[in-house]
């Protein structure tokens, strides 16, 4: 697990002590694990105990746990001297990795369990991400409502109900416009799982239905930027196929329910 994806898991038991203590790390991952916990205090400007708590709330047991987490997490970093093919490669890597160690269970069961579900992408990308989660799925009869601009998707919102299902593809999980629009599902209770690249993100906070693709940037020598986006659609497959596996166990449970009544 990255440690923006802990920071996203465990961010509505973070202060703003904690946070400012997370952005002297993320802003110097290269080099903080080297930091004994009193050194990390000192460049934190905050005391031993608040960096033990901070530790502590992420999940470890304590600092020595949580500063070899993040030598791991420097080791792993893959786009330093990196081929645009290798950035890709590494990107799809990770991102099976990543899903192989992912629980989908509640999220397939949310799906099951929803009649109405529609599916946003917040660019022209994300968008065919939706329209590919809306074929796959034809076959299993759940049949995603594909939203292609922001427009429908406020308007939308407004008729939902708590049994429906939003599922948000967004490459950062920082796009502004759309956050009233996703204040109002918070406030009514709907919920939506969101679909963005791993990192500290806003919108994968307001939900505890996560899902996560690796996607790193390539620079070009004019300096243009392109973002890997190939693991998003990986990330859709693996959750169809996911749920396709769910049914099966949820049909063979059924038979042996009636089974054993017989």
């Known amino acids: 697990m990255k440690i923006e994806e802990l920071i996203n898991k465990h961010y509505n038991q973070l202060h703003d002590n904690d ?4 952005k002297y ?7 903080c694990y080297e930091l004994g916990i009193n050194s990390l205090a000192e460049k934190c400007n905050v005391s031993r105990s608040s960096i033990l708590r ?20 420097d ?6 001297h990196k081929s645009g093919v290798e950035i890709l490669r590494n990107d799809i890597l990770e991102t099976l990795k990543y899903v192989k ?17 529609f599916v946003y992408g ?23 409502h594909v939203i292609q601009s922001q427009t429908e998707f406020e308007m939308i ?48 906070r307001m939900t505890p239905y996560n899902l996560y693709a690796y996607s790193s940037c390539n620079e070009l020598k004019d300096g243009t ?4 986006f190939s693991s998003f659609f990986i990330v859709g497959e693996m959750l169809f196929h996911h749920y396709v596996d769910f049914m099966k166990q949820k049909e063979s449970d059924q038979n042996d329910e009636q089974g054993s009544i017989h």
């Open 157 to 204: 919102i407004k008729d939902l109900t708590l049994n429906d299902l939003i599922i948000i593809i967004s490459f950062s999980g920082d796009t502004p416009s759309i956050f009233p629009a996703v204040q109002s599902l918070v406030a009514k209770g709907i919920p939506f799982i969101s679909v963005t690249n791993l990192k500290n993100n806003r919108l994968a």
């Open 122 to 144: 917040t660019g022209t990308a994300q968008l065919n991400c939706a329209f590919d989660l809306q074929r796959m799925f034809l076959p299993v009869q759940k049949y995603f």
């Open 19 to 22: 946070l400012h203590i997370l």
């Open 25 to 31: 790390i993320l802003n110097n991952k290269s080099s």
């Open 225 to 228: 930027k392109l973002n890997t």
């Open 54 to 73: 901070l530790a502590q709330k992420l999940g470890f047991s304590g600092y020595s746990e949580f500063r070899v987490f993040l030598k791991w997490q």
């Open 75 to 80: 080791q792993k970093d893959p786009n330093i």
């Open 101 to 117: 160690n992912t629980d989908f269970s509640e999220i397939c069961r949310l799906i099951y369990h929803t009649e109405k579900i």
